[in-house]
């Protein structure tokens, strides 16, 4: 017999023929959900007629375990309608796995409460689910559509990772291949050569495959990671593959976005919300911001700049001293955070909303995490002995074992006790030595060390700083949300997120690290800060407002990246995901026809963007630095911040129609947008003629354009 669950009601049919008929099945929303005999997932049934979305003819495993390095099905499984419990039996390895499911309006909740392996469970996987839909696949949301309908999975916890774990640390696996996708507000060609970044769901020839998985997390590790060999991972206690948990769902193609808002809701996932709107829905998800490095001093002519430009959102691109305490500069701001508060408190009195910009969990040498005493909680590549006895002045320490030392990086720091010594090199034969130490660094206290005393290799990076550990880093990650709270500021950039594989755990120590900030935000602040990222994550999906790729420093303002920046909109539409197109910087020879060459584009995308403006920010003078004079000089374009006002305006209030998108989306094509005199607005295509004249005696010359 077959139990079908439908709502709480309970009834039974006749089972189908065959070694593997089907056990059970429950009614989540508009889908049919069904799991047979022998553990795994029969069918997804949507629509009047029972469309079948699991792929046929392909393995579907409900849950797979990973054993001894190999990857175990279930061949039997059982289930207990009083309790709402599955077990599933694995004869290879001679264990069962405990799974407790739920329908919920819209979905069907799935847990692990129990697992009985007699030997270590490595991780889970729920899946690989095939799905006989191949069009467009949401590889970070773990959404694949067609035009009729949406199969989705989603991890209900930070520590249920989106993908498949190829490999011990733990990153996502992204592919690169043309998007299936039908998309009719963005032009195909761009479709062509997309860079899929995680494998939530993942093309195939039969459709698509959805997985999601969890790692056992108990035991010591040595792994590859982060450009090390080997790289120690410490124990994390989290319960490991137990309470793993996701929500599978199928629903109509215009339902999905819908539905994960449901689920977020429904299972305390972070929802926030801008403006009392959802940000995945809200308009100002895509707002525009000025990039402009102001002070005290001079945060009102900012905060009048955004003004100017009708926006709402003012952002600091280098406000620290220091990474980890985030201790500000103090020639910008010599009151500390409070000189931060009092600015943004000036801007919400002018309707302009202030953030700033981090770099995560990096960690400057200067920062008190570091010195005069580093804190335990730095990231570590891995630790050997002290094989003899040094003072304070030794040049060379002796070592065991060379290991977590020989690959070299910016800064070679080692922590002995208290006191931090950089090295040059290790010595290439044994006995081993770490070679020209410099000792007391980055402002510690030299000393004698005695034999047996651990030496630690810390992990650093190229931008000269470290990292922390998963402690570390989420008490970081509170930092920043004490800051916000402290200040109000409501917008900022989690750049940097790779720093979090200093933990050696992957995409779960990113997830750590934004999870950790979004729950110390305090009411009034949490779900209200505009945040993107430099990296995306399947369960960050549920935090980020957005993301916003896309630097100026690499050509002109109309060339830097642009191809990138068009290519994401793809990206951001099969993961729904608010669109922006990246960082633009603002130079001398930056025309209002080079201005209104990006207003048109993101008009046409309905895309946000960001703009580094004079009183010279950071940003800014990294596109130019020659930016500087030429704020002195010219200060902000008035007309160009004009033009940023009338079209940033008429995108916002959604004046284009998108026969009149399509035209801006062309990159070959000039516009002019006006205001009228009805209050509207008035759209020219333009035609650019330009010509360099040169005096060959020095007058000026005068030049008439007909």
Known sequence: MVAVLCGLGLWTASARGGAAGPLVRWVAGEARIGVLSDGSLGSIEVGAGGRNLVAGGQPAPLLSLGVGGKVRVPEGASWEASSGRLTLRYPAV?????LKLASKSGYLVLEVVEMH?????????????????GEIIGELIGVVRDREFAVGIQALNAKTLGGYPESEADGDQGFGGDDTGHYPNLPAALNKDQGYRADTARPKPFGSILQAYCRERDRERVIPNWGHPRYRVHPFSDGGVIGSKIALFACPESAALKTLGAIELGEGLPHPMLDGVWAKVSPAATASYLIVDFSEESVDRAIEMTRR????????????????????KPALFPHGWEGLRESVEKGRRAGVRIGFHTLSNFIT??????TPEPDPRLAVVGDTAVVQAVDGAAREIPIEDPGYFSTPSTMNTARIGRELVRFKGVSPQAPWRLLECERGAWGTQSGPHGR????????????????????????IARN????CNQTGALQLSFDGLEGNWASGYGKYGVSLFTEAWYAALKPGVKGEVINDASLPGHFNWHVNTRMNWGEPWYAGFRESQTLYRFKNQVHFERNFVPHMLGWFALRAETSIEDAEWLLARAAGFDAGFALATSLASTA????????????????ATGAILESI????GARMAGAFPPSVKEGLRDNEREFHLGTARDGGWELQEAFLFRSNYVSTSGEPLGVSIH
Do not use: C, N
């Open 480 to 483: 920043i949300a004490e800051l």
């Open 365 to 370: 040498p200067g920062d008190a995490y570091v």
């Open 452 to 475: 047996g005393e651990r030496v630690a290799r810390l992990l650093d990076h190229p931008y000269k700083v470290f990292h922390g550990d998963a402690d570390l880093s989420m008490e």
């Open 117 to 133: 392996v007699p030997e270590p469970v490595e991780w889970v996987i729920w899946g690989p689910y095939p799905i006989a839909i």
């Open 620 to 635: 800014q003078l990294a596109a130019d630095p020659g930016s500087a004079e030429t704020a002195r000089r010219f200060g």
């Open 645 to 648: 006002r009338v079209w940033e």
């Open 309 to 328: 430009a009708g926006l709402r959102y003012l952002y600091h691109s280098s406000p620290f001293a220091s990474w980890g305490h985030f201790v500000l």
């Open 94 to 98: 001679g264990g069962t796995a405990v």
